[in-house]
Nanobody, 122 residues
């Protein structure tokens, strides 16, 4: 069974940076499209970034130019580098896997991590 575990969240001031990690166990990360999502109470889940099996990425407009998703298939790990953080980036961030490893247009229901809290103060 594929399991995902995030780490790297924390509290930073606006303009700061954080790097999130997501480690996959019970499978091979190269078989999946990986996504980063965030969920804030009272708001809909937002797809922040996706990265397919060959490293092609997509980003939400709200994070373009500030966030970078990457993956290390040898380490079964996904990353999200977040620069120039803003208070509106405050949320619980989690990673998820999708079987549509190239197109990334599935529902990312293979597995989902527990999430890591990111808090950005002004």
């Amino acid at each position: 069974q594929v399991q995902l575990a995030e780490s790297g969240g924390g509290s930073v001031q606006a303009g700061g940076s954080l790097r999130l990690s997501c480690t996959l166990s019970g499978g091979t990360i190269g078989r999946y499209c990986m996504g980063w999502f965030r969920q804030t109470p009272g708001k809909e889940r937002e797809r922040v970034a996706t990265i397919n099996n060959i490293g092609s990425t997509t980003y939400a407009d709200s994070v373009k130019g500030r966030f970078t998703a990457s993956r290390d298939n040898n380490r079964n790990t996904l990353f999200l580098l977040m620069n120039n953080l803003k208070p509106e980036d405050t949320s619980v961030y989690y990673c998820a896997a999708d079987l549509r490893y190239y197109t990334c247009d599935g529902d990312f229901s293979v597995s989902r991590g527990q999430g890591t809290q990111v808090t950005v103060s002004s």
